[in-house]
């Protein structure tokens, strides 16, 4: 679609090898099952919001009563209310799939508060309601109208919210029905609507970060610097890959990222290599910061068992709730900082929900809760490192507005 091939077109600012191997994902690719991801969304930088099965990520607000399972969310009884993910997001592209019965009031607001119930006057909120006489389905309610009525009762929907700056648009069944320029709200948690009565119904949640800006160009090391005094090697390999060999070590960034999404993608070049990305990390001092963990092991056969945290673990913070990487083999994470929540995605799986709520230190985050901007770093762990980055961006979220 127009806004797929967009959105790509955004993140592909990468290494060409990244580029190329985007465009072959891309190729002969049969379109995901509900509620997972292809290969080349994956490669795109796509996660996944919900599992199919559980309430991970996410958090309700009013009187509504909310059911995960059987591949879907669902709301049928319990009152007005909504469901948010417990992460904020900023500028990105959400699609989903949705279904109502002709009496339900349904909708997805995007950018909305995490800690209250997402209205017209505190978000973005579409509406999918087909009979409604001034906000039907398609419309993003206060702004803009749908423009052409589409038929959803009692039907699996697609659709799709791009959320980016202050431009807001929605298409429905691949037709686009409403956009708006706005600028009130700039990051905020998705959430599901239920106006109290009827069926609603959601699957296939998956969203996209837009807005990113690489910070590995793939042919030096410009925009990075090494921790002297540690025996690791970094360097780019002809594969434009950024490595890291041997001993201990960091790498960090030159600039500072403080509420933000990072995305990368990453290979352990041997059996249950130890590595990690180390975030909001304080420059020039050796493994600071919140990590999130590399080390692709489980114990025996059970995924769900991390060994050290496991990857997309935030170490000495909370394991993965699954290790979805395998050694030898590329692998995306995404880790999304926004105050003091953290989460983490592997291969489009969320791994990690997690508040810090230590006692704040803005100092090390190692020592204390820690929401101030700081470097971003790569680790080398011991004499048995050989990992390769590659494609590593991020998007910073916006300055929150001053108080008025």
Same mark, same amino acid.
């Given at each position: 679609?127009?806004?797929?091939?967009?959105?790509?077109?955004?993140?592909?600012?990468?290494?060409?090898?990244?580029?190329?191997?985007?465009?072959?994902?891309?190729?002969?690719?049969?379109?995901?099952?509900? +509620?997972?991801?292809?290969?080349?969304?994956?490669?795109? !930088?796509?996660?996944?919001?919900?599992? !199919?099965?559980?309430?991970?990520?996410?958090?309700?607000?009013?009187?509504?009563?909310?059911?995960?399972?059987?591949?879907?969310?669902?709301?049928?009884?319990?009152?007005?209310?909504?469901?948010?993910?417990?992460?904020?997001?900023?500028?990105?592209?959400?699609?989903?799939?949705?279904?109502?019965?002709?009496?339900?009031?349904?909708?997805?607001?995007?950018?909305?508060?995490?800690?209250?119930?997402?209205?017209?006057?505190?978000?973005?909120?579409?509406?999918?309601?087909?009979?409604?006489?001034?906000?039907?389905?398609?419309?993003?309610?206060?702004?803009?109208?749908?423009?052409?009525?589409?038929?959803?009762?009692? @039907?699996?929907?697609?659709?799709?919210?791009?959320?980016?700056?202050?431009?807001?648009?929605?298409?429905?069944?691949?037709?686009?029905?409403?956009?708006?320029?706005?600028?009130?709200?700039?990051?905020?948690?998705?959430?599901?609507?239920?106006?109290?009565?009827?069926?609603?119904?959601?699957?296939?949640? $998956?969203?996209?970060?837009?807005?990113?800006?690489?910070?590995? +160009?793939?042919?030096?090391?410009?925009?990075?610097?090494?921790?002297?005094?540690?025996?690791?090697?970094?360097?780019?390999?002809?594969?434009?890959?950024? +490595?890291?060999?041997?001993?201990?070590?960091?790498?960090?960034?030159?600039?500072?990222?403080?509420?933000?999404?990072?995305?990368?993608?990453?290979?352990?070049?041997?059996?249950?290599?130890?590595?990690?990305?180390?975030? $909001?990390?304080?420059?020039?001092?050796?493994?600071?910061?919140?990590?999130?963990?590399?080390? +692709?092991?489980?114990?025996?056969?059970? @995924?769900? *068992?991390?060994?050290?945290?496991?990857?997309?673990?935030?170490?000495? $913070?909370?394991?993965?709730?699954?290790?979805?990487?395998?050694?030898?083999?590329?692998?995306?994470?995404?880790?999304?900082?926004?105050?003091?929540?953290?989460?983490?995605?592997?291969?489009?799986?969320?791994?990690?929900?997690?508040?810090?709520? $230590?006692?704040?230190?803005?100092?090390?985050?190692?020592?204390?809760?820690?929401?101030?901007?700081?470097?971003?770093?790569?680790?080398?762990?011991?004499?048995?490192?050989?990992?390769?980055?590659?494609?590593?961006?991020?998007?910073?979220?916006?300055?929150?507005?001053?108080? *008025?």
């Amino acid at each position: 679609m127009r806004w797929l091939a967009l959105a790509t077109a955004l993140l592909a600012t990468g290494p060409a090898a990244m580029a190329q191997r985007q465009a072959g994902a891309a190729r002969n690719q049969p379109e995901a099952a509900p +509620n997972a991801l292809t290969a080349a969304e994956v490669a795109e !930088g796509w996660v996944l919001l919900f599992d !199919g099965e559980s309430p991970f990520g996410w958090s309700s607000r009013g009187d509504a009563v909310w059911t995960e399972g059987g591949g879907m969310i669902e709301a049928r009884q319990g009152g007005m209310g909504s469901l948010a993910t417990t992460t904020a997001f900023a500028n990105y592209l959400l699609r989903g799939e949705v279904w109502v019965s002709a009496d339900a009031a349904a909708g997805v607001a995007v950018r909305a508060p995490g800690q209250a119930s997402a209205t017209p006057e505190n978000s973005y909120l579409v509406r999918f309601q087909d009979g409604h006489a001034r906000w039907p389905t398609g419309s993003v309610v206060g702004l803009a109208p749908g423009r052409a009525r589409r038929a959803t009762v009692g @039907r699996w929907t697609p659709f799709a919210v791009r959320a980016e700056g202050d431009r807001i648009s929605v298409e429905v069944d691949g037709r686009p029905c409403a956009s708006a320029r706005d600028a009130r709200f700039q990051a905020g948690s998705v959430t599901l609507t239920y106006g109290g009565a009827g069926i609603v119904r959601f699957r296939s949640l $998956r969203l996209q970060p837009l807005s990113a800006k690489p910070l590995f +160009n793939g042919k030096d090391l410009q925009g990075w610097t090494v921790v002297p005094g540690h025996p690791s090697v970094y360097s780019v390999t002809r594969e434009g890959w950024l +490595n890291v060999r041997g001993g201990n070590g960091d790498i960090q960034t030159t600039s500072s990222h403080g509420d933000f999404v990072l995305q990368l993608d990453v290979i352990s070049n041997g059996d249950h290599l130890n590595s990690g990305v180390f975030f $909001r990390a304080i420059p020039g001092v050796f493994w600071s910061g919140y990590e999130a963990q590399v080390r +692709n092991q489980w114990q025996g056969e059970e @995924r769900a *068992k991390p060994v050290d945290f496991g990857t997309g673990g935030l170490y000495n $913070r909370q394991p993965a709730r699954k290790v979805v990487s395998t050694d030898r083999q590329w692998f995306t994470m995404t880790v999304v900082a926004v105050g003091m929540h953290l989460s983490t995605w592997v291969d489009g799986i969320q791994v990690t929900d997690f508040t810090d709520q $230590r006692p704040v230190d803005q100092g090390n985050a190692r020592n204390g809760a820690r929401s101030a901007a700081g470097v971003i770093t790569l680790q080398g762990h011991d004499p048995t490192t050989d990992l390769s980055f590659r494609s590593i961006r991020v998007a910073d979220y916006p300055a929150a507005p001053a108080p *008025k």
